[in-house]
């Protein structure tokens, strides 16, 4: 038995060691002995390469303006561990991680045992999601995304009332395979028979192993550019305007404060979940909650402003897809203005490629080191970069400290790369950031 929080999460994270373990048959195990808890709640699935978590946020404050009371099951965390279970955007409390874990532990001592062997943290947090939003705190539903690929993910093991895929890139190659076709079967792993899918593949080859996998499965399917499309997107200083086309209706005028073309598609993706779930009499959902919803949406580390004097932003841009609509973004918004960039990432990205459309826009690029087991190296980085303005960092706290107090007024900061660094970045800054404010 775990005594303390600390003592939990240690535990936690040290299942990362067993790495990822693709299959169901440790969830089903572990699912079996508590009782099938994932069969006890209304669900929704959010699988895809970039834009779920955003996706689950914009369906979530949707809901929550509804009326009802939505639970969340994401990942990675950008500020604490606590948020990847969490309850109308309100994470669980450190006793409830600690009692979680105290029911866990045992099974996962068991499992070690047997010939499916341990299982990973994000088994372990999986299981421990689904027994607390069927035993401890029940909701009107519950949105899970996906944490990899989707066909052998750990939430696979739901029967949700509609499925949503994003957008498909080349991500995770070497678990999930090298071409846009054989991720997108992966990511259709979480079609189920006769149940919606929303999707915003924009990759013809990965759209059509998609649509292969509905008709197999019977299942309807709505495609961003065919059943539904957004028009008239406008970008404004804090956001987002734009149209949804849907079956012959227009819903016009949606504002949304997450910055970005790309937030317009996965906006609309949950908007299209939300009206099914409306006129299915599942949920009821009127123009005013989803408008509302959609406004205050936010999904903290994506092209977020943590400061305006001088002016500071966050993205987690983790792969190429990520960086290639960074770059276009701040390119749109800021033609004129020099940039400096700030880049981490893990060593089994795409790299050259990224690092590639950064050098383009960037005044000046720095890499830094962060204390992750899969972090790339600052100096590789920079072997990497054809920038002739640029630096290899190590130590990235006192870095960004000196960046920030001598930063010129026209010029914007912009600290990327993947989202585990952001999560580290995000709460030192803001401390940071705040304790000047204080002191002014």
Known sequence: MFTTYQEALDWIHSRLRLG??????RMEWMMERLGSPETKMKSIHIG?????????TFLRSILQAGGYSVGTFTSPY????????SVNGRPISDQEILDLTNIIRPLADELEETELGGPTEFEVITAMSFYYFANMQKTDIVLYEVGLGGRFDSTNIIHPLVSIITNIGLDHTNILGNT??????EKAGIIKEAIPIFTAAKHQGAFQVIKEQAMKKQAPLYHLGDEFSVT???SKPKGEVFSLELEGEI???LEISMIGQHQTENAALAVCAALYLQNSGW???NAAAIREGLKQAFWPGRFEVLSEHPLIIIDGA???EGVTVLVNELSSRYPDQPIDIVFAALRDKPLDQMIGRLDKIASRLSFVSFDYPRAAKAEDLLDLSQSTNKVAVEDWKSYLLEEIQHLPKERILVITGSLYFISEVKPYLCKYLKNIMTSL
């Open 20 to 25: 990822i373990k693709p299959g169901l048959k």
């Open 48 to 56: 895809g390469t970039n834009g779920k978590g955003s996706t689950v």
């Open 78 to 85: 950008i500020e604490q561990f606590n948020e990847r279970i």
């Open 180 to 185: 846009y076709e054989e991720i997108a079967f």
């Open 232 to 234: 008239q997107h406008e």
């Open 251 to 253: 819903l016009s005028g």
């Open 283 to 285: 949920f009821n959902l």
């Open 318 to 320: 983790h792969n190429n």
